[in-house]
């Protein structure tokens, strides 16, 4: 299942480092490709020689390979090169450095360049595991997307019992094979997803668009194709990076452009996801020229455009499910069910408008995931990439409870 996939390891200065060495072993076992990287503070507890016999590759302690010689380490492609960097055991240290971007060794620079996924299993003694500056190290990886797999309770290398252990390599193992291989309910799953703002042409040099990024929906999108679902995106205008050789991704501009596309594919869709900011007019006549300035005022008559939700929502089958989202600006909760009902959604997100940091623009968003009955969960204000992981994990739910209603 790991065949080819490949898998950069950062071993720290912790006494756990000889259990990332079974790590090592079980990944080769299951035909990963791996390349280990260790920092100066881990020699102490594993050697070179061990881990390049296991990875069946050079571990890299530097950044030269023969500095006489001017031969470097190329962090950037190393960054490049992996599917996944785990770093296990991650340190104290090294967690406080990863947060503030301090490049001293050659692992938290690659840490600095990786594109891929990037995990910690931390170490370390359970007064340092609470205390509040690695706990706030933690929250603030988090937020920038790091994934913690966290510490177990048990004996610790000092003789005190509490949280701070690694993972076993065991579980490691499985949680790296669950990513490559999800075991997910929402597993080659069709999800059909309407992201980013849409622009309405005045002519063809102007147009009416809002704020929106897009940055929500392409979180989502990574985020089902994380739990190994097939995803279509329909993406208005956008800056936002996406990575087309994992979702299929559909280039439109306009709100009928989006209703289009977005039909073409509802039916063979089991979760459509309605994050997009589609603007409700549209100008009535689009000018063939550009409008020349003349008079002092200008008056475009609207005409309102297609609610690509609600016509999605009366063509849904009983297998179906729709989610939408709102942004309220009084009444939230109320005008959110009230939406939830009209759009036939079986649950909506609920953008909070209260909270800096939250909604258009912004890396972070808070919001309430409202079902039919009631607020399921309403987060913090976090990553978008959480944000969209908890509405993933709240889709395995409601897939669940479709399967449970027809049995
Ligand atoms: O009615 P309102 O615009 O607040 O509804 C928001 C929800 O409906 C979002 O899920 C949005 O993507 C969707 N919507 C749509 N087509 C429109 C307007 C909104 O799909 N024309």
Known sequence: MLKGKKILLGITGSIAAYKATLLVRELI??????????????????????????????????????????EWVNHVELGLWADLMLIAPASA????????????????????SARCPVWVAPAMD?????????????????TKGIRILDSAEGELASGLVGKGRMQEPEQLFSVVQEFFEPNSILKDKNVLITAGP????????????????????????????????????????????????????????TAIEMLEKTKEFFSSSDITIFSA????????????????????????????????ASEMGRLKSSKQINIGFALETDNELENAKKKLIAKNFDAIVLNSLQDAGAGFGHDTNKVSIVSKNNIVESTELMSKQNVAKKIVNFTEDLVNEKISSTL
């Open 29 to 70: 076992k299951a035909e990963a490709e791996v390349k280990v990287i260790l920092t100066p503070a881990s020699l102490d507890f594993v050697t070179p020689v061990t881990l390049s016999t296991l990875s069946r590759n050079p571990a890299i302690t530097d950044f030269y390979i023969e500095k006489s010689a001017g």
């Open 93 to 112: 240290n090294t967690l406080a450095k990863m947060n503030q971007g301090i490049s001293d060794n050659i692992l938290l620079t690659t840490f600095l």
């Open 126 to 142: 359970l007064d340092m595991y609470t205390n509040a500056s690695t706990a706030e190290n933690f929250v603030a990886l988090e």
């Open 198 to 253: 849409t622009q309405e042409n005045i002519d063809p040099v102007r147009y009416i668009g809002n704020r929106s990024t897009g940055k929500m929906g392409v979180a989502l999108a990574n985020a089902f194709v994380e739990y190994g679902a097939e995803v279509q995106l329909v993406l208005g205008p956008s800056s936002i990076e996406v990575d087309r050789t994992q979702i299929e991704v559909f280039d439109v501009k």
């Open 277 to 308: 900011a589609v603007a409700d007019y549209r100008p009535k006549m689009v000018a063939d020229q550009k409008i020349k300035k003349s008079d002092s005022e200008m008056n475009i008559t609207l005409t309102k455009n297609p609610d690509i």
